[in-house]
């Protein structure tokens, strides 16, 4: 065996190799932990990043919200705002105005990095936009039919209700759907109104272009509402219609709660649950709800249609301003007074009614020789 002997230098120099050479294996050893480590810590970061707060899943399609600048996959974040259209999912901030959100452009670019293109699906939120809208549009739909029916105690308005149709809200589907019922023959209400069926028609279409259908099948009672009277009137399909207005009735919509009434006293002659029906339209302040709970009873029982017929005349309601004035020159119920009969038959001429016309031009005559006859008695104590 051969032994061999290093000088002491020599070995100085073997001894500091071998600690250089086990440092740098276990600096490469460390490195590679460390790496694998770090390598684990940032994926998993990127992974939290592309999760949705909201469903707690790897975001598909993600969008930020602009108010509060946090991000949601765009099918969560759809679905939150029908519940919660003011409330971030984040933060819980409550912003009372209407949300917008937008693409995040460097996350779906992440996502597609780690996960690969086929994790970016992006979501077809039109629908979603439809039922949004229209629920920022409620207070429009409470006004249209408060110009149309009176409601809450509001003066009917013609004027303002065709300057809202006509102009102020053309792309709403629920207000085209509304436009499109008034311009129809079928539906009357006021003379007032211009009629065009082929207008009309074209009107209902655009409605459903807009996307009256998707807020019909969403549950929007306003939508329901108006389909069924579409249904009824145009198609003459009363069993869908009633259908729908008992969807509509059953979110409290007074509309609805009205148009069941009418069938059922129309069609169905049953006059016990149009009552039931007119009267939760009354208590919502719907004036031809009540006049019609009036119109069910005979003039034997004024004391019990009179206070229906004063709400609804008070609210503009031209066929109850007609009756009011009739009673005032025809009826012995009351005593007769032609001053307040030409108060009511003026107001419902203003209001449109077709046949008012004449009654007030009788009213007037009868005024005029009782000031003529009081004039001629003067006179003539005058003379004695």
Same mark, same amino acid.
């Given at each position: ?11 100085? %120099? ?7 050479? @086990?440092?740098?294996?276990?600096? %490469?050893?460390?490195? %590679? ?12 970061? @990127? ?83 439809? +039922?949004?809208? =229209? ?21 009917? /308005?013609?004027?303002?209700?065709? +300057? ?29 109104? +211009? ?53 509509? =009735?059953?979110? %409290? ?44 009873? /005979? ?10 017929? @004063? ?44 046949? @008012? ?8 005559? +009868? ?18």
């Amino acid at each position: 065996m051969v032994v061999c002997v290093l000088s002491e230098p020599e070995e100085k %120099g073997f001894i500091v190799s071998l600690v250089i050479l @086990v440092a740098l294996i276990l600096v %490469g050893v460390f490195a %590679g932990v460390f790496h694998t480590h770090y390598a684990g810590i940032r994926r998993h970061a @990127v992974q939290d990043i592309l999760i949705c707060p909201i469903s707690l899943s790897l975001m598909r399609d993600p969008v930020t919200l602009m108010q509060s600048g946090h991000t949601f996959d765009r099918e969560s974040l759809c679905q939150w705002l029908l519940i919660n259209p003011t409330r971030c999912p984040f933060t819980n901030v409550d912003y009372a105005v209407k949300l917008q959100y937008g693409d995040n452009i460097k996350i779906r670019q992440l996502l597609t990095l780690y996960y690969g293109d086929q994790a970016y699906q992006r979501y077809d939120d039109t629908t979603f936009y439809i +039922r949004y809208e =229209a629920m920022w549009n409620e207070d429009v739909y409470e006004n249209i039919s408060a110009y149309l029916y009176g409601m809450n105690s509001k003066w009917i /308005d013609w004027t303002s209700l065709q +300057r809202t149709l006509m102009i102020d809200y053309q792309e709403d589907p629920v207000a085209v759907g509304f436009k499109s019922l008034l311009l129809h023959p079928d539906f009357f209400v006021s003379a007032r109104l +211009r009629k065009n069926e082929n207008e009309a028609l074209r009107e209902w279409e655009r409605a459903q272009q807009l996307g009256l259908t998707v807020l019909v099948d969403a549950g929007n009672p306003w939508a329901q509402w108006l389909q069924g009277m579409h249904n009824d009137i145009i198609e003459e399909e009363t069993e869908a219609a009633r259908l729908l207005f008992q969807l509509a =009735a059953n979110q %409290g919509l007074a509309l609805a709660q009205f148009s069941l009434g009418v069938i059922c006293e129309q069609d169905d002659r049953d006059f016990d649950q149009a009552e039931s029906f007119y009267l939760e339209a009354a208590a919502q302040g719907h004036a031809l709800a009540h006049y019609s709970i009036a119109m069910l009873y /005979d003039e034997a029982d004024f004391h019990i249609m009179r206070p229906h017929l @004063v709400q609804a005349a008070t609210q503009g309601q031209a066929e109850a301003l007609f009756y009011l004035g009739t009673i005032y020159v025809e009826s012995d119920i009351v005593a007769q007074n032609y001053v307040t009969a030409k108060w009511y038959f003026e107001q419902a001429e203003y209001q449109g009614h077709a046949n @008012v016309r004449e009654r007030l031009d009788f009213v007037l005559m +009868r005024l005029r020789r009782e000031i003529q006859r009081r004039d001629l008695r003067a006179i003539t104590r005058n003379l004695t």
